[in-house]
């Protein structure tokens, strides 16, 4: 099932961006295997670590001088290896790119880093955080006169990072197909993060953005897009950008005839006050339920907890309930070679001895009693 049926993903394990970009690529048919370490452990219950789903994993010591022989061993029948560590880690421990490269040479190798694989910073340990801080974009996020805001890790890890390591990876296992060739695909989230920002960049040359949080068009600057509080303490999101949608916005919202016009910055403080103070009269579900259908550009501001519920989410099964969990469903959608759920998150060696055995790996009770690999 699945565009990518019949790929094999062998994920050096990792957090953040590779597991989620190796959980995508197992969404679309992608046969993934998992690598964890003998100690693997963290805070999430395994059953719930749901960017573990539609994999199997395996647990190989790296640190036994054999390991490197059961991952090159495991990667001559793989599409794709995926690995996060620090540059020249993976060379240490005998699995980087030249390492595999040599035992498979159609093979895609994806490094996943924060920083790159050169410069100043690309030893140093970081987060999300630190990688969206120093490529202006979480300057950009905010409200005038406040602190920068932390959009969880959406932004950097799995927006930069996440989805670009997918993209170079589907790319360059295109290319390899056609050239019998594989290559080094290398994606940093400080590299993402700026390309996301390509928007803005132009903006600014253009002198249409200024370089200053919470006065532009679509940082909270603009009274019609920002989310305004109801009567219930609860918010509406406004994104009434074009002419013909903040008409029907602030007809809708009965706000008053004397309203200046939209793009009069200067009375945008007053524009801005007026608008909060009708949201303040109806709760969010009276609002929701008069915005409803119409071309406003108006929408609640749910929870997660409340996301599956809403009308048009659960009209599309963008959430299911599998294996106990309500999670996201996978996406894209394809006519042809449709995707669906696969396993619930294995718990770390879950699937030693049958993943390395359906690999190709025929001695695994002689790697078992040595210790280079674990059966959970």
Not at 38 to 52: C, M, R, S, T, W
Not at 238 to 267: C, N, T
Request: with cysteine; proline share 8%.
């Amino acid at each position: 099932m699945g565009p990518l049926a019949g790929v094999r993903v062998l994920e050096i394990g990792g957090i953040g961006p590779g597991p989620l970009a190796a959980m995508v690529l197992a969404d679309l048919g992608a046969e993934v295997l998992r690598i964890d370490r003998p100690d693997e452990a963290g805070p999430i219950p395994p059953e719930y670590n749901l960017l573990h789903r539609g994999k199997r994993s395996a647990i190989v010591d790296l640190r036994h001088p054999d390991g490197a022989d059961v991952i090159a061993r495991l990667a001559r029948s793989a599409d794709i290896v995926t690995e996060a560590h620090r540059p020249g880690v993976a060379e240490r421990l005998r699995i980087g790119p030249d390492d595999l490269l040599a035992v498979n040479p159609r093979l895609v190798y994806g490094r996943m880093t924060g920083w790159g694989q050169d410069g100043p910073a690309a030893h140093t340990a970081g987060h999300d955080i630190a990688y969206i801080a120093v490529t202006g974009a979480l300057h950009a996020i905010g409200r005038a006169g406040g602190p920068p805001q932390v959009p969880l890790n959406l932004l950097g890890d799995f927006g930069a990072g996440s989805m670009f390591l997918v993209t170079g990876l589907l790319a360059a296992l295109l290319e390899a197909r056609a050239s019998g060739r594989g290559q080094v695909v290398d994606v940093s989230i400080v590299d993402g993060t700026a390309v996301l920002s390509t928007l803005m960049h132009g903006l600014m040359a253009s002198g249409l953005w200024r370089d200053v949080r919470g006065v532009n068009l679509l940082d909270t600057g603009a009274p019609f897009y920002d989310v305004y509080e109801t009567s219930d303490g609860r918010h509406m999101a406004v994104g009434a950008l074009e002419p013909q949608f903040y008409a029907e916005f602030v007809r809708l919202l009965e706000a008053g005839p004397d309203l200046p016009d939209q793009f009069d910055v200067a009375a945008w403080p007053r524009l801005r006050a007026r608008f909060a103070e009708v949201f303040r009269t109806r709760t969010m579900a009276q609002w929701t339920e008069l915005f409803e259908g119409s071309d406003a550009c108006v929408a609640p501001v749910v929870s997660l907890a409340e996301a599956p519920h809403h009308p048009q989410l659960a009209a599309r099964g963008t959430f299911v309930s599998a294996h106990g969990v309500v999670q996201p469903a996978p996406t894209p959608r394809f006519s042809r070679t449709a995707t669906r759920l696969g396993s619930p998150p294995a718990a770390p060696g879950e699937h030693t001895r049958a993943a390395l055995l359906a690999w190709g790996i025929d001695d695994v009770p002689h790697l078992l009693d040595a210790g280079v690999v674990v059966q959970a």
